[in-house]
């Protein structure tokens, strides 16, 4: 029996108010205060876990579908890293599969 991965969702989506440029994104978290900028990776992917969670190679698969980027162990490699500094600030969080 396989262990299910780790799946990922945004937090709390109305929390959140988003300003666009053309290289990317202020988001102020109206929980928390904060606002933060983002690049346009960390906002697709707080984008693409608002409309589903997913494991970080569904999310690979999705951003790939989205930007024409290759599904590889290097863009599954910059996601974790991505999705472990947005679950620091509270954007994305782990879920039950």
């Given at each position: 029996?396989?262990?299910?991965?780790?799946?990922?969702?945004?937090?709390?989506?109305?929390?959140?108010v988003w300003r666009?440029?053309?290289?990317?994104?202020?988001?102020?978290?109206?929980?928390?205060?904060?606002?933060?900028?983002?690049?346009?990776?960390?906002?697709?992917?707080?984008?693409?876990?608002?409309?589903?969670?997913?494991?970080?190679?569904?999310?690979?698969?999705?951003?790939?579908?989205?930007?024409?980027?290759?599904?590889?162990?290097?863009?599954?490699?910059?996601?974790?890293?991505?999705?472990?500094?947005?679950?620091?600030?509270?954007?994305?969080?782990?879920?039950?599969?």
């Amino acid at each position: 029996m396989s262990e299910n991965p780790v799946r990922w969702a945004a937090c709390n989506g109305e929390a959140l108010v988003w300003r666009d440029w053309d290289d990317g994104s202020a988001v102020y978290d109206k929980r928390s205060g904060q606002t933060h900028i983002f690049d346009l990776m960390a906002r697709l992917i707080v984008m693409e876990l608002g409309e589903a969670p997913g494991s970080v190679r569904d999310l690979a698969d999705r951003v790939a579908a989205a930007t024409g980027a290759n599904p590889d162990a290097t863009l599954r490699n910059q996601l974790h890293t991505l999705l472990s500094e947005l679950e620091d600030l509270g954007i994305v969080e782990v879920v039950a599969a």
